[in-house]
């Protein structure tokens, strides 16, 4: 075993705990819990962090020397480290246990997917010539944290459910988290399409060819579009939006996993 795939395998053990420990903290209600779980998360992202280093530094052993962003393997092991990034970068703002717990927990079952399924593909190899440009690196790297963004507004799209309508404050504060989230991952995915587009053009001669993830994207971007006029213009708030939001990171994931796994066209090798 690779000394990344190592380093990897202990950051999914210290998800697992990190779940574990969330879960306890909430059922029980043990607020002593706060210190040691956020200092086990920021020491869990550092593990994760340093994964994905030794990968890309065994990337360039083996002479290809490239970024660990280039199929889905890595993509899910990024995609679980944005959302971690997220909750981390949030804290201050947005944090709560269960916001912490789903976060977590999400980032468990990408880890563990990445690591345990047979189906995936967990190798170094060679990039196609498609793949051979540094807006690789632009595009994918804006996308996931945009996804990030978005998995965090529909955490607290769910929470706003589950909140009774007497906790007003509680409400208004689910919905502040959920609108700025969207606005922030609206942006970073507004930067993937078009960072997306240049690298189309690039290397395939063209910014648009309605290929079915860029269509999905396409209608992702809608969707929250459309969210953030609503909010904006205050003809959508509470539930009302906290629902669109969570269509809005269905569309994500059927853009991330449903178009990779149902459809095929230019970005099939993902």
């Not at 210290?14 to 040691?36: C, H, Q």
């Not at 944090?95 to 345990?116: D, E, R, T």
């Not at 509680?170 to 969207?182: F, K, M, P």
């Amino acid at each position: 075993m690779l000394l990344h795939h190592k380093i990897l395998a202990i950051t999914t053990i210290l998800y697992l705990l990190l779940a574990f420990l969330y879960l306890l903290s909430i059922v029980g209600r043990l607020e002593r819990l706060t210190r040691p779980i956020w200092a086990i998360t920021y020491c869990t992202f550092a593990a994760h962090t340093l994964g994905l280093l030794m990968r890309w530094i065994e990337s360039y052993r083996l002479g290809m020397g490239h970024v660990p962003l280039t199929n889905f393997y890595e993509s899910l092991l990024f995609f679980a480290w944005a959302s971690v990034f997220v909750l981390i970068l949030t804290k201050r703002m947005f944090a709560s246990n269960s916001v912490g717990f789903s976060v977590v927990l999400f980032s468990l079952v990408l880890m563990g997917y990445a690591s345990l399924s047979p189906s995936v593909d967990q190798r170094i190899r060679p990039l196609i010539p498609a793949l051979q440009s540094n807006w690789l690196h632009i595009h994918v790297f804006t996308c996931f944290m945009g996804y990030a963004f978005f998995f965090l507004a529909f955490v607290s799209s769910l929470l706003m459910f589950s909140t009774s309508n007497s906790g007003l404050l509680a409400q208004r504060r689910l919905e502040d988290v959920t609108y700025r989230s969207t606005l922030i991952g609206f942006l970073m995915l507004t930067a993937g399409i078009l960072s997306g587009a240049v690298w189309a053009h690039y290397a395939w001669g063209a910014y648009w060819s309605w290929d079915p993830k860029e269509t999905w994207s396409l209608i992702t971007w809608i969707i929250y579009a459309i969210l953030l006029h609503a909010r904006i213009t205050r003809r959508t708030r509470g539930r009302a939006m906290a629902a669109l939001s969570i269509v809005g990171f269905a569309s994500v994931l059927f853009t991330y996993l449903g178009v990779n796994f149902l459809l095929s066209g230019l970005h099939s090798y993902a």
